[in-house]
């Protein structure tokens, strides 16, 4: 576990770190939530929250199955690109947002560049709201999605470096915001 790079975002309170490891691995997540008061961490979906596979089942698994499926069967549906939050049950941050980055549909999975900007987006929005500090957020749109590494990366990084142009004209400031991707 460690981070690959770690980088203020000039002009804004945000730092990015890149970290390698899965993210229901409680050591990484403790490791990058450093000194924040509130952490969470972005759980990749789809618009029915249905916990499929990957990343968003291992950190069900991770959290407690039961306890989050229970938590997401009241939220579900949501629209593409929007998030969820739930309590984070036995991981050592506050919340999960579980973030619609793919639409299942009668002729497949859908991801595109705009539903993993804008859940991005949604989820950092959220973030902000709650006062979180550290935020964790895996690739997006990625593995059943089918939105390849890089494209996921680079529309995360977007929403990143657009929030303070979509705070610049909301009423929500932003506190010192550590991105881990």
């Given at each position: 576990?460690?981070a690959?790079?770690?980088?203020?975002?000039?002009?804004?309170?945000?730092?990015?770190?890149?970290?390698?490891?899965?993210l229901?691995?409680?050591?990484?997540?403790?490791?990058?939530?450093?000194?924040?008061r509130?952490?969470?961490?972005?759980?990749?979906?789809?618009?029915?929250?249905?916990?499929?596979?990957?990343?968003?089942?291992?950190l069900?698994?991770?959290?407690?199955?039961?306890?989050?499926?229970?938590?997401?069967?009241?939220?579900?549906?949501?629209?593409?690109?929007?998030?969820?939050?739930t309590?984070?049950?036995?991981?050592?941050?506050?919340?999960?947002?579980?973030?619609?980055?793919?639409?299942?549909?009668?002729?497949?999975?859908?991801?595109?560049?705009?539903?993993?900007?804008q859940?991005?987006?949604?989820?950092?929005?959220?973030?902000?709201?709650?006062?979180?500090?550290?935020?964790?957020?895996?690739?997006?749109?990625?593995?059943?999605?089918?939105?390849?590494?890089?494209?996921?990366?680079?529309?995360?990084?977007?929403?990143?470096?657009?929030?303070?142009?979509?705070?610049?004209?909301?009423?929500?400031?932003?506190?010192?915001?550590?991105?881990?991707?």
């Amino acid at each position: 576990i460690w981070a690959i790079q770690d980088k203020e975002v000039p002009g804004t309170p945000i730092r990015i770190s890149l970290w390698y490891g899965s993210l229901a691995d409680t050591r990484l997540l403790s490791a990058g939530r450093q000194t924040a008061r509130r952490a969470a961490i972005v759980s990749p979906d789809d618009t029915f929250i249905s916990i499929g596979g990957g990343t968003a089942l291992a950190l069900a698994r991770a959290a407690g199955e039961r306890t989050i499926l229970h938590d997401v069967s009241k939220l579900a549906p949501i629209c593409l690109g929007q998030v969820a939050t739930t309590s984070a049950g036995k991981l050592p941050v506050e919340f999960i947002f579980h973030g619609a980055s793919v639409e299942l549909r009668n002729d497949g999975v859908m991801s595109s560049n705009d539903s993993i900007y804008q859940t991005t987006k949604n989820a950092l929005l959220t973030a902000v709201s709650l006062g979180v500090e550290a935020l964790f957020v895996p690739l997006l749109g990625a593995g059943a999605g089918g939105a390849p590494a890089s494209r996921s990366v680079q529309q995360i990084l977007r929403a990143i470096f657009d929030l303070n142009s979509v705070l610049d004209s909301s009423t929500l400031s932003i506190n010192p915001l550590r991105i881990n991707v």
